[in-house]
Nanobody, 122 residues
């Protein structure tokens, strides 16, 4: 069975940077869209960024555009989320997900990782 596992979360001060990784086991990501979502306490799971596997087509939420970058490494079957200029409002559990189409709706994705915590202090 294919599994996704996120890593790279942690505690960082506002203005700092983190890079999240999402590694696939089993089948590769080839020809799948990949997305990043996040969920803060008492909030709904929200779209962050998405990419087709080639990386040539990407989509970002307005709240992270210009600060976050989604990318991939085919040799490592890994998708990354580079997060710069972090703000306290970015604090959440971050999830990666796999789907067939590039989209920003959670139910467009059919495979999810367990998440990694990102905490941004002021």
């Amino acid at each position: 069975q294919v599994q996704l596992v996120e890593s790279g979360g942690g505690l960082v001060q506002a203005g700092g940077s983190l890079r999240l990784s999402c590694v696939a086991s089993g089948r590769t990501f080839s020809n799948y869209a990949m997305g990043w979502f996040r969920q803060a306490p008492s909030k709904e799971r929200a779209f962050v960024a998405a990419s087709n596997w080639s990386g040539r087509s990407t989509l970002y939420s307005d709240s992270v555009k210009g600060r976050f970058t989604i990318s991939r490494d085919n040799a490592k079957n890994t998708v990354y989320l580079q997060m710069n200029s972090l703000k306290p409002e970015d604090t959440a559990v971050y999830y990666c997900a796999r789907g067939f189409n590039l989209g920003q709706v959670a139910n467009e994705y059919n495979l999810w990782g367990p998440g990694t915590q990102v905490t941004v202090s002021s």
